[in-house]
């Protein structure tokens, strides 16, 4: 052991040891009028410490002093970047990096370089030179995979080095510290990816570390939990199902697991309580969207230029699926998976509950239908509309869209025009109890799929009536009500547009103006679509539709900026208003034919 | 969106000027580190709002007095209010030394004077008409995402208890929090002062609490009117909100600063923010992808139309379970839609404030982004589309054989022509009824 000044070896040991504690402890305690005050206490003992291994420098073993320096040089670039002087931080933790460099592959080094390397990324992510920062994290990175290779034991923490032998850390310690160092890099390198736009390898980086923060049991269950859910989201939106139900499935299991251990601080009082049951909600949320998308996905590789299913399609996809089964077991073993630890078993058996591959027909549609109507309930538990309006309503309308794709996928036109009726009825009791001055938005966009769900089953009635031999006088009447219905609703939303003196706008706001005109527009061909037989009706819903079209041209004309928003709406209705007129006036020709 | 320049330059150089409607800041960035020198890099960051006013120098020519600052926005406030739009004035920026525990003498204070002012006048002008008004007042403040009640004794051990909801009917609210019905200028400004002086003697027993809490003083608007003679109300709400002064009393401030500088978040406590932010900005990007591929459908002349991609488009793809601070969700109903929403950003002009400076503008004009839009969908609009075009062939090809007969007719003899006519007609009898089918 080398002999130091005048206070021993213990002495020094000490006053490393109270540095750090002030360093991490202290510090936080700190006022904010004066909040680097156990920082600057914490330099003052470390710059005494590294006076008194200068003071012993000649005779002894120089590379264990080289180390000891380098620690030193660490614990204070670390104490310049934590009170925002960076270049000084930068120069201690450069000469850290120095002395270590020979030797920074054997186990009393390559902790510290790793953290050395670490605390450089930030430093030069604080001054916007995000590659510099990525070279270091890159190389530290390396260095770990390197030394694992090569070497492997539990290496020495950096703080060993100021510790007398009998207080040295077990090897299950030095390992834990040393894969938390490096799972740090992994975040910080996440972090870097984001920020160049290399988005899906910073998600693979954060994949990473949550499977390390489960591995080394580094993590809060919940907050785990939420996060494995948030990023089923990110893969959702890159279309990897496979990823998406994995994650989700991991966050499910490991919340249980919350629920079964409840911790002093979960179980403490109501408002914990009420936390808790969110997250799970929330969670439940992160599945329903899986469920919908994946109905989704699939509906758009199905649907042909009309949105129906296309029967060709539908084949071609179900034998490329046969062929293809074989490779996805491939595909599996190649992603980044939760599988190290003992909750593996849970997650396959989570993972199989519901299908992670596009469903092809009206069965495999309804198994994931039914897991996302599951779903739906779970999250309608805590978020309800007493309290919750807005969540609430965004989880009915994803319980409407998991029944409208499901109706995709139904080949009855009798039960898929009872789906979309289900819609109707979980929106319709919600949007007349709303009140639009405090949920405008909300209310316009219940408004809007209402329209459109009576257009759709108004569609599907006229389908129906068009088999038959001829239509009868209770299916048109059905038509002509879903019509007024759709019509009432696509009303509603125009009157939202109102300002407060009941005045529709003169102009329309740009983020309002399509919508606007879309309602419109489809108010004009839904009085086309009315059916009667007294020709005198039927010339005043021709009026009508007239009147809607020719508001879409007037009003591009007046303002032509509004083209570009509506150019196909405005053709066609340009062609409607030069055609409607001489079409009423045949009408009305054969009504008279005597004038 | 407006900022306003209002301190003096009291540290140094002053860094920023006023051009029209645009604020511009110059970096001349003093590096106050002990081993670093003058940084020679001098840049401008313009930062665009709907007014600027310049309260600096009183002799200026492009002065602008508190009195007239807040007579524009006070006017606006109060006209709106009248006609049962949902007003909301947020007030955010460094606050003078010295200021920091009041909310008197800041631009909240100021317009809350001006509007109750204005409300209780209009209120005695129409005193004796058919229109009557109704006005009460609640006045809250959170702090570290909890609400406490400032017209309300409570217990000072647990004072920040109060949860926020929302009603169907009446939209977000705090639950438990005092309503107070007041009939003249007077009782309000002692409702004022008895929440402030809370929040001072607050401050004494949490740590630094006022800089790092918002506060709302939420006026409660209602006219009772007649309407087609029976009777009816017009209910209005008026948010004025202090925010904190210190940004790190945003919940958001973390991620707003993730997107824009590219500092590393050290702790894997913010994990959660990492990945929602990737969860974010995928989503942002594949909601556009979608949005092209509706449009294509529907005609592909729409595919590069930018307005048509600002305005449809889906719902949400995605779920991301980041709850909206609590500030956000109380003022949910104020942004955007039929409301009004003013933000006021004071700043400082002079260069020892270049960081507060910068983050106040940023701030404010991130804020901009917050107004949400509409997004409704479109799926109906495809197939009528395609249906609509084969009923405009239809026609034209029917009005064309029309004109076709009538040309011809008019060479024939008037027994073939009744025969011919009759079969047109036929004919467009059927064409008529299939398109009823449709």
């Not at chain 1, 003052?44 to 380098?70: C, F, H, M, P």
């Not at chain 1, 125009?494 to 419109?520: G, W, Y």
Request: aromatic content about 8%; overall charge negative.
């Amino acid at each position: 052991m080398a002999a130091v000044g005048g206070c021993g070896w213990a002495g020094v040991c000490e006053k490393f040891r109270t540095a750090r504690t002030l360093s991490t402890v202290e510090s936080r305690k700190d006022p904010e009028t004066d909040p680097y005050r156990s920082k600057y206490s914490a330099r003052a003992l470390l710059q005494e410490v590294k006076q008194l291994l200068s003071a012993a420098e000649e005779g002894d073993e120089a590379r264990l002093l080289a180390v000891r320096r380098a620690v030193l040089e660490y614990e204070l670039g670390v104490n310049h970047t934590d009170t925002e002087e960076l270049s000084a931080g930068e120069e201690h933790l450069q000469r850290c990096m120095q002395l270590l460099e020979p030797h920074r592959l054997s186990p009393d080094c390559v902790s510290l370089y790793i953290q050395a390397q670490n605390n450089l990324g930030i430093l030069w992510s604080e001054r916007d030179k995000i590659k510099t920062a990525q070279t270091y994290l890159e190389s530290a990175e390396a260095l770990y995979n390197q030394y694992m290779k090569e070497d492997g034991n539990p290496p020495l923490d950096p703080s060993e080095h100021f510790m007398a032998e009998e207080e040295k850390l077990t090897d299950q310690e030095r390992s834990k510290r040393f894969e938390k160092a490096y799972t740090h890099t992994l975040y910080y390198l996440a972090q870097v990816y984001q920020h160049l736009e290399m988005i899906e390898k910073a998600a693979q980086y954060c994949h990473t570390t949550l499977k390390r923060q489960l591995e080394y049991c580094g993590y809060h269950p919940v907050e785990w939990a939420l996060n494995a859910a948030t990023l089923s989201q990110y893969y959702l939106s890159k279309q990897c199902f496979m990823e998406s139900r994995h994650c989700l499935a991991a966050a499910s299991v490991v919340f249980s697991q919350a629920g079964q251990v409840p911790s002093a601080e979960d179980n403490e009082t109501d408002q914990d309580q009420q936390d808790l049951r969110q997250r799970k909600a929330e969670i439940a949320r992160c599945w329903i969207k899986y469920c919908l998308n994946l109905l989704q996905s699939a509906q758009k590789l199905l649907e042909d230029n009309i949105g129906e299913l296309d029967p060709d399609r539908q084949l071609e996809l179900k034998a490329q699926r046969k062929k293809e089964e074989d490779e996805k077991e491939k595909g599996r073993k190649k992603a980044v998976l939760f599988g190290m630890s003992d909750i593996c078993d849970s997650v396959l058996a989570m993972e199989e509950k519901v299908s992670s591959v596009y469903p092809l027909d009206f069965q495999e549609a309804r198994e994931i239908f039914l897991v996302g109507q599951n779903y739906v309930q779970e999250a309608k538990e805590f978020f309800q509309v007493d309290g919750y309006v807005t969540d609430h309503i965004e989880i009915v309308q994803d319980h409407s869209a998991l029944f409208k794709v499901l109706a995709f996928f139904e080949e009855d036109y009798e039960r898929r025009c009872k789906m979309h009726k289900r819609r109707i009825d979980m929106l319709e009791p919600i949007c007349s109890e709303l009140n639009p001055q405090y949920y405008l938005l909300i209310s316009r966009q219940l408004q809007f799929e209402l329209a459109d769900t009576y257009y759709k089953m108004m569609d599907l009635k006229v389908a129906i009536g068009n088999r038959l031999e001829e239509l009868d006088s209770h299916t048109i009447k059905k038509i002509n009500s879903l019509a007024q219905f759709a019509i009432k609703y696509y009303e509603l939303f125009l009157d939202s547009l109102r300002n407060p003196d009941k005045v529709f706008p003169e102009v329309l706001k740009e983020d309002v103006l399509r919508p606007a005109m879309v309602a419109k527009f489809h108010i004009a061909r839904l009085y086309g679509k009315l059916i009667t037989s007294d020709s005198k009706k039927q010339l005043e819903n021709m009026q009508t539709s007239l009147e809607y079209y020719t508001f879409l041209v007037d009003y591009c004309e007046k303002y032509p900026d509004a083209v570009r928003a509506i150019e196909t709406e405005l053709e066609l209705s340009k062609e409607m208003v030069g055609l409607l007129p001489t079409k009423m006036e045949r009408l009305r020709a054969k009504l008279s034919p005597f004038i | 969106m407006c900022s306003l320049f209002r301190e003096s330059a009291e540290g140094g150089r002053v860094i920023v000027e006023v051009d029209g409607k645009v604020a511009k800041i110059r970096n001349i960035k003093v590096d106050s580190r002990l081993d670093s020198t003058w940084d020679s890099r001098e840049k401008t960051v313009a930062f665009s709002f709907d007014y600027c006013y310049w309260s600096v120098d009183p002799e200026d020519p492009k002065y602008a007095s508190q009195e007239m600052v807040f007579q524009d926005l006070g006017t606006s406030v109060l006209s709106g209010a009248f006609r049962g739009y949902n007003i909301c004035l947020f007030a955010y920026g460094q606050t003078g030394s010295g200021k920091t525990y009041t909310m008197m003498g800041t631009p909240v204070s100021y317009s809350i004077h001006f509007t109750l002012r204005g409300l209780f006048a209009r209120k005695d002008d129409y005193a004796d008409q058919t229109a009557s008004c109704r006005v009460k007042v609640s006045f809250l403040e959170i702090y570290n995402e909890r609400v406490r009640d400032l017209l309300k004794q409570s217990d000072q051990k647990k004072p920040y208890t109060l949860r926020v909801r929302e009603h169907p009917e009446t939209g977000p609210y705090v639950q438990g929090l005092t309503q107070h019905l007041v009939t003249d200028y007077k009782q309000v400004v002692e409702l004022l002062e008895e929440g402030i002086a809370k929040r001072i003697t607050a401050a004494t027993h949490i740590h630094n609490a006022s800089s790092r809490s918002h506060a709302i003083f939420t006026i409660h608007y209602t006219q009772a009117i007649l309407e087609n003679n029976l009777p009816s109300e017009i209910a209005s709400k008026i948010n004025l909100v202090d925010l904190a002064g210190s940004e790190r009393a945003d919940p958001s401030y973390c991620k707003d600063r993730i997107t824009e500088g590219a500092n590393i978040n050290k702790s894997l406590v913010t994990l959660g923010i990492v990945i929602s932010t990737l969860a974010q900005n995928s989503q942002m990007f594949s909601s556009c992808q979608s949005i092209n591929t509706i449009t294509s459908e529907g005609d592909s002349s729409h595919a590069d139309s930018p307005s048509t991609s600002s305005v449809s488009g889906t719902r949400r793809p995605a779920y991301i379970p980041y709850r909206d601070s609590i500030l956000t969700w109380l003022l949910k109903d104020s942004l955007g839609g039929n409301s009004k929403t003013i933000m006021i950003a004071t700043i400082s002009p002079a260069s020892s404030s270049y960081n507060e400076t910068m983050s106040t503008l940023r701030y404010a004009s991130n804020a901009k982004n917050i107004i949400n839009k509409p997004r409704v969908n479109e799926d109906a609009n495809v197939k009528l589309i395609r249906e609509l075009r084969e009923e405009i062939d239809r026609l034209k090809t029917m009005l064309m054989s029309f004109e076709l007969v009538r040309r011809n007719t008019s060479q024939l003899d008037d027994d073939r022509d009744g025969n011919l006519t009759e079969l047109v007609l036929q004919n467009e009898m059927k064409v008529c009824m299939s398109y009823l089918m449709l």
